[in-house]
């Protein structure tokens, strides 16, 4: 159904590393950079790795993003209750002329 | 400090319209293209419409083309949106949201408003 797939739900202890994919086509991902957002529950999304692996200020460096072909991850390390959030990926889409996201990664730390 | 601040929700009969407003404040508004997107009650992110900062270049998603027009007035800082013939699956909180464009590639959306519900039913 979504152009672009992340897996629905993803869970770590705090202090582990978590992983979150992004799968895409040679339309979206493929061919541009790939962006990811975090939402805590409640609020609005926030820009959380621009440019496949870039951090804007503020993020800490315990967030790294990386792209490989029509793939894309978002690493979290180190976690911590407060990075319990959903995470999307997003990316420019040619064929559809538009910005697509990913369905959303519910992110539960236990 | 930077604000991006949406109004204009509330409820609407199916088939009705409704005008979005966002107002920024705090950057070069008139620098930065802006988005819509909207999430529906429990569900993901839906990108919905794209303006450049000139208006020169506008995308919609193909669920909303031809019934949502976006718009922006450099001089007051603001965004709009233009909802027509709306439907109960138009029915989510809209989001506007910024993004500067450096040599013509965009550096993702780094501010967000707080949202407005949009809620269609009968």
């Known amino acids: 159904q979504f152009v672009v797939t992340q897996p629905p739900s993803a869970s770590g202890t705090p202090g582990q590393r978590v992983t979150i994919s992004c799968s895409g086509s040679?339309?979206?991902?493929?061919?541009?950079?790939v962006f990811w957002y975090q939402q805590l529950p409640g609020t609005a999304p926030k820009l959380l790795i621009y440019?496949?692996?870039q951090r804007p200020s503020g993020v800490p460096d315990r967030f790294s993003g990386s792209k490989s072909g029509t793939s894309a991850s978002l690493a979290i390390s180190g976690l911590r209750s407060e990075d319990e959030a959903d995470y999307y990926c997003?990316?420019?889409?040619?064929?559809?002329?538009?910005?697509?996201f990913g369905g959303g990664t519910k992110l539960t730390v236990l | 400090e930077v604000q991006l601040v949406e109004s204009g929700g509330g409820l609407v009969q199916p088939g009705g319209s409704l005008t979005l407003s966002c107002v920024g404040s705090?950057?070069?508004?008139?620098?930065?293209?802006m988005t819509w997107v909207r999430q529906a009650p429990g569900k993901g992110l839906e990108w919905v419409s794209h303006?450049?900062?000139?208006?020169?270049?506008?995308f919609y998603a193909d669920s909303v083309k031809g019934r949502f027009t976006i718009s922006r007035d450099n001089a007051k800082k603001s965004l709009y949106l233009q909802m027509n013939s709306l439907r109960a699956e138009d029915t989510a909180v809209y989001y506007c949201?910024?993004?500067?464009?450096?040599?013509?590639?965009?550096?993702?959306?780094?501010?967000w408003g707080q949202g407005t519900l949009v809620t269609v039913s009968s």
């Open positions: 303006i450049r900062s000139s208006s020169s270049i506008i």
């Open positions: 997003a990316a420019w889409d040619d064929s559809l002329s538009g910005w697509v």
């Open positions: 440019k496949n692996n």
């Open positions: 040679s339309s979206n991902i493929g061919s541009g950079y």
């Open positions: 705090g950057f070069a508004f008139s620098t930065y293209d």
């Open positions: 949201a910024s993004e500067l464009l450096i040599a013509g590639v965009g550096n993702g959306f780094d501010n």
